[in-house]
T-cell receptor, first 111, second 118 residues
Framework: QKEVEQDPGPLSVPEGAIVSLNCTYS??????FMWYRQYSRKGPELLMY????GNKEDGRFTAQVDKSSKYISLFIRDSQPSDSATYLC???????????FGTGTSLTVIP | GAGVSQSPSNKVTEKGKDVELRCDPI?????LYWYRQSLGQGLEFLIY????????KSGLPSDRFSAERTGGSVSTLTIQRTQQEDSAVYLC????????????????FGPGTRLTVL
């Protein structure tokens, strides 16, 4: 079983839709949860960062962590064509420096 | 200043040849990571450098892979006797510090080197 599972998609939505991206994980020691956005032929860039459980909002983006279910989500409101990219979840334990990434979900927002 | 840079951006090589991939981290970043990204496989951790400490090599897939970081800055990932399964995008990331995975340790990624082994 992989440490982090993420549905690869692809996901295609019309402009303005609400997008929900999800990851599940198996290691209860994970404390830090991140979402990265990766445009084609580019390196990933950090989008959202959350520590432990709860919600975090930044503009049109909301990150949600449910540690009891080992489930994290990223919501994108009023999706735009510029949001078209691959979204990767990542997580890490309290100690150690290894980040565990999901396989990424490919998102296309259609104008 | 500039972000993380990697070279070459693309590398095509023949099976059995050695390749060297280069990473220039953000100036002042003490931590440096190498990852491999294959289609449908996500990012696979390879190796991690922190300052002058011994590197964490736990992710290297075989002894054909090695990496060094000279002067705490530039890093080179070397793959000897390349195989077709080595074909992937190799990503480098750096972060400011790494006493632990806090937001201050946000990893900044380079654009990657796309390696194709024929």
């Amino acid at each position: 079983q992989k440490e982090v599972e993420q549905d690869p998609g692809p996901l295609s939505v019309p402009e303005g839709a609400i997008v929900s991206l999800n990851c599940t994980y198996s290691n209860s020691a994970f404390q830090y949860f991140m979402w990265y956005r990766q445009y084609s032929r580019k390196g990933p860039e950090l989008l959202m960062y959350t520590y432990s459980s709860g919600n975090k909002e930044d503009g049109r983006f909301t990150a949600q962590v449910d540690k009891s279910s080992k489930y994290i989500s990223l919501f994108i409101r009023d999706s735009q064509p510029s949001d078209s990219a691959t979204y990767l979840c990542a997580m890490s334990r309290w100690t150690g420096n290894q980040f565990y990434f999901g396989t990424g979900t490919s998102l296309t927002v259609i104008p | 200043g500039a972000g993380v840079s990697q070279s070459p951006s693309n590398k095509v090589t023949e099976k059995g040849k050695d390749v060297e991939l280069r990473c220039d981290p953000i100036s002042g970043h003490t931590a440096l990571y190498w990852y491999r990204q294959s289609l449908g496989q996500g990012l696979e951790f390879l190796i991690y450098f922190q300052g002058n400490s011994a590197p964490d090599k736990s992710g290297l897939p075989s002894d054909r892979f090695s990496a060094e970081r000279t002067g705490g800055s530039v890093s080179t990932l070397t793959i000897q006797r390349t195989q077709q399964e080595d074909s992937a995008v190799y990503l480098c990331a750096s972060s400011l510090s790494s006493g632990g995975p806090t937001q201050a340790d946000t990893q900044y990624f380079g654009p990657g080197t796309r390696l194709t082994v024929l």
